[in-house]
T-cell receptor
Framework: DTGVSQDPRHKITKRGQNVTFRCDPISEHNRLYWYRQTLGQGPEFLTYFQNEAQLEKSRLLSDRFSAERPKGSFSTLEIQRTEQGDSAMYLC????????????????FGPGTRLTVT | QKEVEQNSGPLSVPEGAIASLNCTYSDRVSQSFFWYRQYSGKSPELIMSIYSNGDKEDGRFTAQLNKASQYVSLLIRDSQPSDSATYLCAVKSGSARQLTFGSGTQLTVLP
């Protein structure tokens, strides 16, 4: 089990540029989540995929944000026309399928992508 | 009112003591509760999950859940300096798939 991976780990960009982040979940996990975390706060939910279907999006996810998971494996999060307020740690998490005798909602986080918009 | 509330701390305990971290939540239909540990500059790491009222122990960690009082806590026994981190409480509510996090409690274990 190699864990959740994210790329890049750090990104510095100028205001107005577009950025794209990649997340590779744990291989047998079919559920994938994106969160954003700013200093001193807990992670805030952005969006959720079950397999390739994007089932939930937060109101935080403005029109400048888009996420995909085209084959139900890795996911990408794109931010268009970045703003200084987009500076944050972007976290990806994955969780396994429902277990036969119960529900397992444990989410495992990747190392995150730290975005700095100058 | 925030959905998940934690004391921000900082909480300082001496090495070997019991650290007690508390969390309250507002949604009565919440059903799954998690504690994550986050070292500075790193991502959250899952340390405990609890789904039923009562205590759940895992090594030096004990999670306690009281759904009637909408309260969940984490006890760390024999605290070590390596336990110094921010501890995040997370709650899954109702039919939502995502977790709602508190702002975290910063714990410092003094050698």
């Amino acid at each position: 089990d190699t864990g959740v991976s994210q790329d890049p780990r750090h990104k510095i960009t100028k205001r107005g540029q577009n950025v794209t982040f990649r997340c590779d979940p744990i291989s047998e996990h079919n559920r994938l989540y994106w969160y954003r975390q700013t200093l001193g706060q807990g992670p805030e939910f952005l969006t959720y995929f079950q397999n390739e279907a994007q089932l939930e999006k937060s109101r935080l996810l403005s029109d400048r944000f888009s996420a995909e998971r085209p084959k139900g494996s890795f996911s990408t999060l794109e931010i268009q026309r970045t703003e200084q307020g987009d500076s944050a740690m972007y976290l990806c998490a994955s969780s396994p399928r429902w277990e036969a005798r119960g529900v397992n909602y444990e989410q495992y986080f990747g190392p995150g992508t730290r975005l700095t918009v100058t | 009112q925030k959905e998940v509330e934690q004391n921000s701390g900082p909480l300082s305990v001496p090495e070997g003591a019991i650290a007690s971290l508390n969390c309250t939540y507002s949604d009565r239909v919440s059903q799954s509760f998690f504690w994550y540990r986050q070292y500075s500059g790193k991502s959250p790491e899952l340390i405990m999950s609890i789904y039923s009222n009562g205590d759940k122990e895992d090594g030096r960690f004990t999670a306690q859940l009281n759904k009637a009082s909408q309260y969940v806590s984490l006890l760390i026994r024999d605290s070590q300096p390596s336990d110094s981190a921010t501890y995040l409480c997370a709650v899954k509510s109702g039919s939502a798939r995502q977790l709602t996090f508190g702002s975290g409690t910063q714990l410092t274990v003094l050698p």
